[in-house]
């Protein structure tokens, strides 16, 4: 299984210039910690979805992770867009836990509170790139047809842009807030931007002579025959084979899968299909 690999976009080098000519350099640095953790709670609920990330944009605030995911169902991909936000929030209530027990954490906790808090409800706002909008893609691709619901979501995206960069122009008038521009531009790079790259994909070890040159454990373990491959995916570990024993409910031996024959499993069929 590959590593994650991130990459970082020019807007988002901007948005570091930017604050160290503001004099915020830690508080860049917090908010890139704050992204990446943000995005190890995407990754992690998608293992167990049985698929993975292997490309993560970093962006001003946030990171855009879209792509083709077709097999996984819409309330996993649901899940797993939620992830992110929600460790966001644990980490960000934790830390509020931490200032009640130990108050003189406080001057050096504060600014990890205020960006994991606005990692968490940003990225709810319902629209591309951010999670909220595939919350969204996803509901409505549940009533609607998909280039439906991906139109829909990419409009109200691109009005939030709007929204946003008409608010960058009127604190001109007062104070300028670059942050505003920033946003906008976020959100309208996600939306434009297409990249095949960005996706999940979906977990297996192939048996080759290249991945078998270090050599690999085979574990066994026996399932029911309800036993489906996304509860498979849950159980794997992508540096082992796998020898499968297939129970009956009458509790006998139905099927012998060999750890071959479990990678062409994984391979071809859907996290929903049963094993056999």
């Not at 893609?137 to 609607?144: A, Q």
């Not at 439906?148 to 960058?168: N, P, S």
């Not at 050599?215 to 995916?233: H, P, Q, W």
């Not at 899968?257 to 071809?268: A, C, I, S």
């Amino acid at each position: 299984m590959g590593k994650l690999k991130f990459r970082v976009h020019p807007l988002f080098i901007l948005f570091g210039i930017y604050f160290a000519f503001t004099g915020k350099v830690f508080s860049f640095l917090t908010y890139t910690l704050c992204a990446l953790i943000h995005e190890m709670g995407h990754s992690i609920s998608a293992e167990k979805s049985g698929y993975r990330l292997v490309n993560v944009t970093l962006m001003p605030f946030g990171a855009v992770v879209k792509g083709d995911i077709s097999g996984m169902g819409y309330k996993d991909e649901i899940r797993v867009a939620l992830a992110g936000p929600a460790i966001n929030f644990c980490i960000g209530v934790s830390i509020l836990a931490l200032w009640w027990l130990f108050p003189e954490t406080y001057p050096y906790t504060e600014i990890a509170v205020t960006a994991n808090f606005a990692l968490c409800f940003i990225n709810l706002i319902p629209c591309f790139p951010l999670d909220g909008g595939r919350v969204l893609l996803c509901s409505l691709s549940l009533i609607l047809k998909r280039k439906t619901a991906v139109f829909i979501c990419k409009l109200l995206g691109t009005v939030f842009a709007l929204v946003f960069f008409a608010l960058f122009i009127l604190s001109c008038f007062t104070g300028v807030n670059y942050s505003l521009l920033f946003f906008a531009l976020f959100m309208i790079f996600g939306i434009t931007e297409k990249n095949s790259n960005d996706r999940y994909i979906r977990i297996y070890e192939s048996i080759s002579y290249q991945s078998l040159k270090n050599g690999k454990e085979i574990m066994s373990f026996a399932v029911n025959e309800d036993f489906t491959v996304k509860r498979l995916y849950r159980k794997m570990d992508s540096g082992r084979l796998y020898r499968i024993y297939v129970f009956s409910y009458e509790g006998e031996i139905k099927k012998i899968l060999e750890p071959y024959e479990v990678v062409d499993l994984l391979k071809t069929k859907s996290p929903y299909e049963k094993l056999i």
